[in-house]
């Protein structure tokens, strides 16, 4: 059964910078492909992607954090990062990490195309 755990989040103030860890248990990201990436949600709003990352290293983007966040992986530790930077009030939202068995195709995918979360940690950002 394939776990994933979020830590990193906390409150800091607009301009500041957290780094999300995922460790992933279950299987290994070395496997011949997968896609994982950070989704968020805030309250009243919905689900949407952050970034993604598949085997090879290659990363897609959300335009609201392009430039600001970088999307990682340390393989020998199955940990997927996230290093938020310059961090908005509207950055304010629950992430996930998600996963699934499969490339990410070059792109953003929605977050029904994966079937592996967490259970989310808090990020906010006050102005």
């Known amino acids: 059964q394939v776990q994933l755990v979020e830590s990193g989040g906390g409150s800091v103030q607009a301009g500041g910078s957290l780094r999300l860890s995922c460790v992933v248990s279950?299987?290994?990201?070395?496997?011949?492909?997968?896609?994982m990436g950070w989704f968020r949600q805030a309250p009243g709003k919905e689900r949407e992607g952050v970034a993604v990352?598949?085997?090879?290293?290659?990363?897609s983007y959300a335009d609201s954090v392009n430039g600001r966040f970088t999307i990682s992986q340390d393989n020998a530790k199955n940990t997927l990062y996230l290093q938020m930077n310059s961090l908005k009030p509207e950055d304010t939202a629950m992430y996930y990490c998600a996963a699934r068995a499969w490339g990410c195709f070059g792109r953003l995918l929605p977050g029904t195309n994966f079937d592996n979360w967490g259970q989310g940690t808090q990020v906010t950002v006050s102005s």
């Open positions: 990352i598949d085997r090879g290293g290659s990363t």
């Open positions: 279950g299987y290994t990201v070395t496997y011949i492909r997968y896609c």
